[in-house]
């Protein structure tokens, strides 16, 4: 049929459109320098936050999905891991201090980028060693989970 070849064509050149301006979207925010601020989850983070940083890079990660910005911080800083009652039961499993200076960070709501200079509300994943992103694939659960976060661009100045 002539109007389901239209349609087709259409749906396609629509996902090929967002899909462009999803990367634009993605290499714009690329450097943008951003407010990491405290929302919830972890008591211990909230005297650690808030930090600004630039986003350095952007990442899909094989069990969490796409969209996560890898961000580089202006002040590094320690984090005292303890671990949780199911940590613990891995016999790897042990409490260590952290040196942070990057964070990874991914809206926490559906179909809400953190490109907007409104605060959104983010997961926070501590990146202690930045190689992890030499490798092919990269799993988010290789990172400390620490906190869900708010973050808005920084006004420029």
């Given at each position: ?24 979207l ?20 909230e005297s ?30 320690s ?58 694939t990269?799993?988010?659960?290789q ?15």
């Open positions: 049929m002539p109007g389901t070849a239209w349609a087709n064509a259409f749906l396609s050149a629509r996902a090929l459109c967002y899909s462009v301006a999803s990367a634009i993605t290499i714009i925010m690329i450097g943008e320098q951003i407010i990491l601020r405290y929302f919830d989850q972890n008591l211990q983070m650690i936050l808030p930090r600004s940083g630039r986003v350095v890079r952007i990442v899909a990660s094989e069990d969490w999905g796409d969209d996560w910005h890898l961000v580089k911080l202006d002040e590094p800083f984090y005292l891991f303890e671990p949780t009652k199911q940590d613990e039961e891995a016999e790897t499993a042990c409490r260590e201090r952290l040196d942070v200076a990057h964070v990874l960070i991914k809206s926490r709501w559906q179909g809400v980028s953190i490109q907007s200079v409104e605060p959104t509300s983010v997961f926070v994943l501590l990146v202690p060693d930045i190689s992890v992103f030499d490798e092919e990269f799993y988010a659960k990172l400390v989970f620490v906190c869900w976060g708010m973050v808005n661009k920084a006004l420029q100045k």
